[in-house]
C-alpha cells in the first residue's frame, strides 16, 4: 500500500468522510488471558470476535482491505476473503508488526479463481498496524479500511491474540 494513500485515506477518515457506516468502537472487557478456539471476522460490523468453549471473549475492532464489500475473487482486488479458513503461520517479524497467516486461499476460492481464469491471491494475515499510521491514529486505524486484504487490529490487542491463538485455529470471515 502506498503511504500517501494511507495518509489520505485517515484525513478522509478524519473528516468522518468514506466510511459509508456509522462506526462505533468496540465494547470495553476486561482484557481475555488464555486460548480461543475459533476466531470470526464480521466484515460489515468491523469487528473480530474470539471464542472460547463457544462463548465469546475477545471482541476487537478491524481495518480490512480497501475494497471491502464483497468477498476476495483475485490477486490485487484489495478486499479481505470471505470464508472459513484457518491460522496457518505466526510471523514475528512482519512489517505489520506481528502477523497470523490465514489459509486463504481455500480450495473453494481456487476453483472460483480458476474457472474466471485469474489468480487467487494469497498471503492475507491478520496483522497489527503499518508503522506509518501516527500515534493519534492508531486506536481509531479501523476507521478507514486501508490493507491489501488483511486483516487489521492494533499492536497491543495483537499481543492477545498472540498469546491467545494457537496454529490450525479456525478464522471464519463474514460479509
Not at 481495518?63 to 471491502?68: E, S, V
Not at 483475485?74 to 506481528?98: F, H, K, Q, V
Not at 481456487?110 to 485469474?118: D, I, L, S
Request: net charge positive; aromatic share 6%; hydrophobic share 40%.
Amino acid at each position: 500500500m502506498r503511504r500517501r494513500d494511507l495518509v489520505g485515506g485517515l484525513a478522509l477518515a478524519a473528516c468522518g468522510l468514506g466510511t459509508g457506516q456509522a462506526l462505533a468502537a468496540a465494547p470495553a472487557r476486561r482484557p481475555f488471558r488464555g486460548r480461543v478456539d475459533e476466531l470470526r471476522v464480521v466484515k460489515h460490523e468491523r469487528r473480530l470476535y474470539g471464542y472460547a468453549g463457544g462463548v465469546e471473549v475477545l471482541t476487537m475492532n478491524v481495518a480490512l482491505g480497501i475494497q471491502p464489500r464483497g468477498p476476495k475473487t483475485r490477486e490485487g482486488d484489495g478486499r479481505t476473503p470471505e470464508g472459513r479458513y484457518s491460522i496457518i503461520a505466526a510471523r514475528p517479524d512482519s512489517d505489520y508488526y506481528r502477523s497470523l497467516l490465514i489459509s486463504y486461499p481455500n480450495a473453494e476460492d481456487k476453483a472460483r479463481a480458476r474457472a474466471a481464469g485469474v489468480r487467487p491471491g494469497g498471503q492475507i494475515m491478520l496483522h497489527g498496524l503499518d508503522p506509518a499510521i501516527g500515534a493519534v491514529w492508531r486506536d481509531r486505524h479501523w476507521m478507514f479500511n486501508w490493507t491489501n486484504g488483511c486483516v487489521a487490529v492494533t499492536n497491543a490487542e495483537m499481543d492477545v491474540l498472540w498469546g491467545s491463538v494457537a496454529l490450525g485455529t479456525p478464522i471464519e470471515i463474514l460479509a
